[in-house]
């Protein structure tokens, strides 16, 4: 396993662990996989919009919530929509697992990939 840390300004900080080849493998087309994947971008969000927020406040003694009334807006809206996406993404992977446990032999009928795309919104 290979650990990626980005030397760009723009990318410090986020950690990736494998290799390009390692997203074409055929288990990342499952439906679990791609719960997963929503789940971990959400919650990249979530942990970026606040740490954007403390930077601004720490670094550059600028409130966003109070520089601009879109900004105070956008940082409201966006942070519990997304904490409130990241936990149904949770609920919806959950629910899916529990189907491969209660219809082991249905589960490849009721958790396709492309349903777990329409329940995530993609």
């Not at 990736?16 to 971990?40: E, F, H, I, N, Q």
């Not at 406040?57 to 996406?85: D, G, K, W």
Request: hydrophobic share 50%; proline share 3%; aromatic share 10%.
């Amino acid at each position: 396993m290979n650990y990626y840390v980005s030397d760009n300004k723009d990318e410090r900080g986020v950690i990736w662990s494998g290799t390009p080849r390692d997203l074409k493998r055929k288990r990342s087309k499952t439906a679990t996989a791609r719960y997963m994947s929503a789940l971990a971008v959400a919650d990249l969000l979530v942990l970026s919009i606040s740490a954007v927020e403390v930077w601004f406040y720490y670094t550059l003694q600028i409130h966003l919530q109070e520089s601009s009334l879109a900004v105070c807006h956008a940082v409201l809206f966006c942070f519990p929509v997304l904490r409130a996406i990241s936990a149904w993404i949770l609920v919806a992977a959950t629910v899916e697992r529990a189907i491969g446990v209660w219809m082991p032999h249905n589960v490849k009928l009721i958790c396709r990939p492309n349903i777990a795309a329409v329940i995530i919104g993609n």
